[in-house]
């Protein structure tokens, strides 16, 4: 699988946006980007995902840079529960059926929340 | 809101002595796994199971664990004698979607080997 780069760390303060970057420089064409996060003493969480276009749900957004080398998960308004780790995945498109749900993890972005 | 749930939440257990992980994945998801978390360590993929058998396993997946779907409903991790290194969070997955999809997690059970 290409490798994903994140920074150990970030902090922000509650209710303002986060913006937690994610660099994929071996990216290839048929590459979707995943990101999960995992709050403490839990099981990973699914955020969103992509390919090419920006995304938008009920949790995030996510920017994905025109080469697709990078991209930027958003969290437009950070709550205290949003404290997690976040991490950034790729996965091949055509990698169907149960390797779809093979995922390698990375150390991922402590994201520390102030009240 | 579905999730799936895992049992026990933790469990103590003798080094060389057997161990079953549970876990319910959600009703109508087709595809599950198991991966793990040593305590400060990445989170780890362990096997994945489709159609009553393992589609792949990953190379911390050896003879001492196994994988069943005993009744439709319940997926279990056995591991047959266990090791001081297999003390870690183990966390059960699933999901519906064969080609796209989130993966949804349980809360994970701790297994400590003495």
């Known amino acids: 699988d290409a490798k994903t780069t994140q920074p150990n760390s970030m902090e922000s303060n509650e209710e303002e946006p986060v913006h937690l970057p994610c660099n994929h420089s071996?990216?290839?064409?048929?590459?979707?980007i995943h990101w999960y996060r995992q709050l403490p003493s839990q099981g990973p969480e699914y955020v969103i995902h992509?390919?090419?276009s920006n995304v938008n749900n009920r949790m995030a957004s996510l920017a994905i840079a025109e080469d697709r080398k990078s991209s930027t998960l958003i969290l437009h308004r950070a709550t205290l529960r949003d404290a997690a780790v976040y991490y950034c995945i790729l996965r091949p498109a055509n990698a169907g059926g149960t390797s779809y749900g093979k995922l390698t993890f990375g150390q991922g972005t402590i994201l520390t929340v102030h009240p | 809101e579905p999730e799936v749930t895992q049992t026990p939440s933790h469990q103590v257990t003798q080094m060389g002595q057997e161990v079953i992980l549970r876990c319910v994945p959600i009703?109508?998801?087709?595809?599950f796994y198991w991966y793990r978390q040593i305590l400060g360590q990445k989170v780890e993929f362990l096997v994945s199971?489709?159609?009553?058998?393992?589609?792949?396993k990953s190379e911390i997946f050896d003879d001492q664990f196994s994988v069943e779907r005993p009744d439709g409903s319940n997926f279990t991790l056995k591991i047959r004698s266990t090791k001081l290194e297999d003390s870690a969070m183990y966390f059960c997955?699933?999901?519906?979607?064969?080609?796209?999809?989130?993966?949804?997690f349980g809360e994970g059970s701790r297994l400590t080997v003495l």
């Open positions: 992509g390919l090419t």
């Open positions: 997955a699933s999901r519906y979607d064969p080609n796209t999809g989130e993966l949804f």
């Open positions: 009703s109508n998801h087709l595809y």
């Open positions: 071996t990216i290839s064409g048929t590459d979707y």
């Open positions: 199971f489709y159609n009553n058998e393992i589609s792949e």
